[in-house]
């Protein structure tokens, strides 16, 4: 059940109950593709740094090391040792991501696998009944995320097919959550819309979609190629159509800035890799900006990341962390990681409690203009 507890302007403050427990949004969601945060981040760092949704990947767990062996081992929460929410996207943004190794059809796509090469063919049914034996907290609808500038008349045949494969979703995931073996029969499933920068397709996919009563909605096909000022029209204009009292998720987004925009658009779930990607390579995130470790600046620098944060990695200083790096250290990755997940999870803090205050665009004009002081 999804409650709005709190509106500011069109910000939302509210809390999704699953069956894994009860989500407060808006909510930053750490992506774990393969059951893991790339960079040796445990799930007991998750929740030492106030993790509160783990995403991962349908195609990836399919590939290896197989959805049936994960369901026999108990379902995906037994298997990596996690006890709170997860969801998993449906394998449809590697449509998108595997252009060169994929034929789309109606009945669903045929890939080739990018480990071996072998042929996995997946459609509405199958992202579903993978999904189902994983017993994700909230399963993706299979959808196309076409490219961002794509011509109108192939994203016009994309979005209807994509509402086609959504009501596929829709019965094989009641009929898989009524099986007495199911992993979690109460399941919830999220729909995708699609259109490109077409506003006009974007509203019209969002009013046919919110017609099917599903728990939540998401927004697809953003963050591929668009402009930030582009995505942020998408959703002016299309977030409206979606339903209110249902969860609004923008799917691959994104940097600090885009959160605090988007959340003011209506967006209340997010995910993106900026945080673990970023900090592998020795990007770590301040309400100041980011920061480049590598950077020789930093080679003296006794300060932590960033002042007065409460994480594991700024109990240790700028240059010792670069020291790690320079020296191939898996620590020095893991504490980038661990801090940049910090810094998003406790930024959707403050975003939740400045919506609750009622002062939401003070925050986030103060928030925007900090993120541009280095």
Not at 7 to 34: C, S, W, Y
Request: charged fraction near 25%.
């Amino acid at each position: 059940m999804y409650r709005v507890i709190k509106k500011d302007g069109r910000a939302k403050r509210a809390e999704l109950e699953t069956v894994h427990g009860t989500i407060q949004t808006p909510v930053f969601m750490n992506v774990g593709t393969v059951a893991a945060i790339k960079g040796a981040v445990s799930t007991m760092d998750l929740k030492k740094i106030g993790t509160q949704v783990e995403l991962s990947n349908t195609y990836h767990l399919h590939v290896r090391p197989g959805d049936k062996l994960i369901k026999e081992m108990g379902g995906l929460h037994k298997f990596m040792n996690w006890d709170r929410p997860i969801l998993t996207d449906s394998g449809g943004f590697q449509v998108f991501s595997l252009a060169g190794l994929r034929k789309i059809k109606e009945e669903g796509v045929t890939f080739n696998s990018h480990i071996d090469g072998h042929r996995i063919f997946m459609g509405p049914e199958e992202s579903m009944q993978i999904q189902s034996n994983l017993g994700s907290t909230i399963a993706m609808a299979f959808d196309e995320c076409a490219p961002a500038k794509a011509d109108r008349s192939y994203i016009v045949n994309s979005v209807d097919r994509t509402t086609r494969w959504l009501s596929r979703c829709k019965t094989e995931m009641d009929r898989l959550n009524s099986l007495p073996d199911t992993v979690n029969p109460h399941q919830l499933l999220f729909g995708i819309n699609q259109g490109a920068v077409y506003t006009d397709i974007r509203i019209d996919h969002a009013k046919r979609i919110s017609e099917m009563n599903l728990d939540g909605y998401a927004i697809g096909g953003l963050a591929v190629g668009e402009t930030h000022e582009e995505m942020y029209h998408v959703l002016d204009e299309t977030v409206p159509y979606l339903p209110e009292d249902k969860p609004t998720y923008l799917m691959g987004v994104g940097t600090p800035a885009n959160i605090l925009e988007a959340v003011d658009r209506g967006v209340d779930f997010f995910d993106c890799v900026y945080p673990s990607r970023n900090g592998r390579h020795g990007h770590v995130y301040t309400k100041f900006g980011k920061i480049n470790l590598f950077n020789s600046q930093y080679e003296k620098d006794d300060r932590p990341i960033e002042e007065g944060c409460q994480c594991e990695a700024c109990q240790y200083s700028r240059a010792y962390i670069r020291h790690l790096l320079k020296a191939k250290e898996m620590l020095g990755m893991r504490l980038c990681v661990i801090h940049n997940l910090y810094f998003y999870n406790h930024l959707m803090e403050d975003i939740r409690n400045a919506i609750e205050e009622g002062n939401y665009s003070s925050f986030k004009k103060e928030r925007l203009e900090l993120l541009k002081t280095l």
